[in-house]
C-alpha cells in the first residue's frame, strides 16, 4: 500500500536558518503530494501542494518539488522564524475515495 | 479558518461508555473524511462520505460507526470505549473535482 516517510525530528534550528524536512513515499499511479502543518492545540492547516511530476508547491516562503525519478517532496524554506515551530505532515494521496496517507509528522522547534 | 466545525472540542469518558463526535463540513463540500491521530499511530484515515453514502474505509475499528446526514453533517460513534481510543479524532472535507482536504479543528477525546 501507498506510505510516506518523512524525519521524526524534533528538528532544532536558530532563527534565520536554512530548513530542509525530507519527504519520500511509495505509491501506486501518479498520487498528489501535501505539506500540513500543525501549531500547538490546533488542527491541521494545509501549507502547499503539487499534483503532478516537477511542480512545485509554495506558500509562505516554504517550497516543495515534486520530483517522480527520486519519489520525494521535500520541503524547504530559506530563513526560517520562531513562528514557523510547529509539527510538519507530508501526505500523499492517491486518487479516488481513500484519504490522505500521512507521514509521522516532523516537530520543528525554532530558537530565538 | 478552514471553515470545517468539529464538536465538542474535548470529551473525557470512561471505558466501555460510547461518544458521539460531530463534524460540519465547509459549505458546499459533499465529502467527508474521518482521521485518528494517536502518540503511536500517528495520523489514520478512518472513513469517508460522499452525500450521504460510505465511500470508503481505512483502519476503523468494527466499534466505530459514521454516518452523514441530509444536511451533509456528519456523526462518528464510538463505542466499548477502551483506553487505546483516546486521541484526536479529525474530519476533514472536499469540494467535488478537488483533491485538497480541509480539516476542522478536532476533538480530543481521554478515556479513562
Known amino acids: 500500500g501507498d506510505s510516506v516517510t518523512q524525519m521524526e525530528g524534533p528538528v532544532t534550528l536558530s532563527e534565520e536558518a536554512f530548513l530542509t524536512i525530507n519527504c519520500t513515499y511509495t505509491a501506486t499511479g501518479y498520487p498528489s503530494l501535501f505539506w500540513y502543518v500543525q501549531y500547538p492545540g490546533e488542527g491541521l492547516q494545509l501549507l502547499l501542494k503539487a499534483t503532478k511530476a516537477d511542480d512545485k508547491g509554495s506558500n509562505k516562503g516554504f517550497e516543495a518539488t515534486y520530483r517522480k525519478e527520486t519519489t520525494s517532496f521535500h520541503l524547504e524554506k530559506g530563513s526560517v522564524q520562531v513562528s514557523d515551530s510547529a509539527v510538519y505532515f507530508c501526505a500523499l494521496s492517491g486518487g479516488g475515495a481513500d484519504g490522505l496517507t500521512f507521514g509521522k509528522g516532523t516537530h520543528l522547534i525554532i530558537q530565538p | 479558518d478552514s471553515g470545517v466545525t468539529q464538536t465538542p472540542k474535548h470529551l473525557i469518558t470512561a471505558t466501555g461508555q460510547r461518544v458521539t463526535l460531530r463534524c460540519s463540513p465547509r459549505?458546499?463540500?459533499?465529502?467527508v473524511y474521518w482521521y485518528q491521530q494517536s502518540l503511536d499511530q500517528g495520523l489514520q484515515f478512518l472513513i469517508q462520505y460522499y452525500n450521504g453514502e460510505e465511500r470508503a474505509k481505512g483502519n476503523i475499528l468494527e466499534r466505530f460507526s459514521a454516518q452523514q446526514f441530509p444536511d451533509l453533517h456528519s456523526e462518528l460513534n464510538l463505542s466499548s470505549l477502551e483506553l487505546g481510543d483516546s486521541a484526536l479524532y479529525f474530519c476533514?472535507?472536499?469540494?467535488?473535482?478537488?483533491?485538497?482536504?480541509?480539516f476542522g479543528p478536532g476533538t480530543r477525546l481521554l478515556v479513562l
Open positions: 459549505s458546499g463540500d459533499l465529502s
Open positions: 476533514a472535507s472536499r469540494a467535488r473535482d478537488q483533491e485538497t482536504q480541509y
